[in-house]
């Protein structure tokens, strides 16, 4: 499967900006995907992830409440909801694609080694 992360921007802190995950080749409603970041400097970081079937999500605590991912069938596409952002969101943001979950609520650890195909990214800058 080949992603592409779309979406990202200059945005304002305290503002919001959807960015989106597509495939192409496949469809992403056989992979769990997640979404993931990296700050210069920083290694990679694990922020939200979704099953294949939508239902179960799980996003780490720096960004919970913060983030939403949701999946949009119809379109072939997963999307992460970023709202108040703040400075340190600023980032090139990563969707990234795990295959053969367990079962359709199933959930990976969100590590980058457990993700096997990853998009090109796409920067986010937050202004202060």
């Known amino acids: 499967v080949q992603l592409q992360a779309s979406g990202g921007g200059l945005v304002q802190t305290g503002g919001s900006l959807t960015l989106s995950c597509v495939a192409s080749?496949?469809?992403?409603?056989?992979?769990?995907i997640g979404w993931f970041r990296q700050a210069p400097g920083k290694e990679r970081e694990g922020l939200c992830e979704?099953?294949?079937?939508?239902?179960?999500?799980s996003c780490t605590d720096s960004v919970k409440g913060r983030f939403t991912i949701f999946r949009d069938s119809a379109k072939n596409a997963v999307s992460l909801k970023m709202d108040n952002v703040a400075p340190d969101d600023t980032a090139v943001y990563f969707c990234?694609?795990?295959?053969?979950?367990?079962?359709?609520?199933?959930?990976?650890?969100?590590?980058?080694?457990?993700?096997?195909?990853w998009g090109q990214g796409t920067l986010v800058t937050v202004s202060s």
């Open positions: 080749r496949s469809t992403l409603d056989s992979y769990v």
């Open positions: 990234a694609a795990a295959s053969n979950p367990l079962s359709p609520n199933s959930l990976t650890v969100l590590r980058t080694r457990n993700f096997e195909y």
């Open positions: 979704i099953s294949t079937s939508g239902f179960a999500k």
